[in-house]
């Protein structure tokens, strides 16, 4: 299963009005880190599909949401949580650390 893509036009309906938490990774094309983080986000999303939502985010391609949640080095990813940032993860991790940082949403 691949994350979905969100974008600013599609921001507040797949994030900010979910029901339940949604990952929402902050990325780039360019960003090594970002490919490597990518599958391992995909293998929690295929793994916990009932309990999270993981949306990906080009940084370039929505500057305004990078900037208004003060994004400042990517990967960067951020659990929303009724419309609230409830967790934020920087950097690639390998998937245990993603885990126990996600375990109050997938443990």
Not at 38 to 47: G, H, N, R, Y
Not at 60 to 77: G, W
């Amino acid at each position: 299963m691949t994350a979905k893509v969100t974008s600013s036009a599609t921001f507040e309906q797949d994030v900010l009005n979910a029901d339940g938490p949604v990952l929402v990774d902050f990325w780039a094309e360019w960003c090594g880190p970002c490919r490597m983080v990518a599958p391992v986000l995909d293998q929690i999303q295929s793994e916990h599909p009932d309990k999270i939502t993981i949306v990906k985010l080009n940084v370039d391609e929505n500057p305004d949401l990078a900037m208004k949640y003060q994004i400042t080095s990517i990967p960067a990813m951020k659990v929303f949580n009724k419309g609230q940032v409830e967790t934020t993860i920087i950097g690639a991790k390998p998937k245990f650390a993603l885990e126990k940082d996600l375990a109050a949403y997938i443990g």
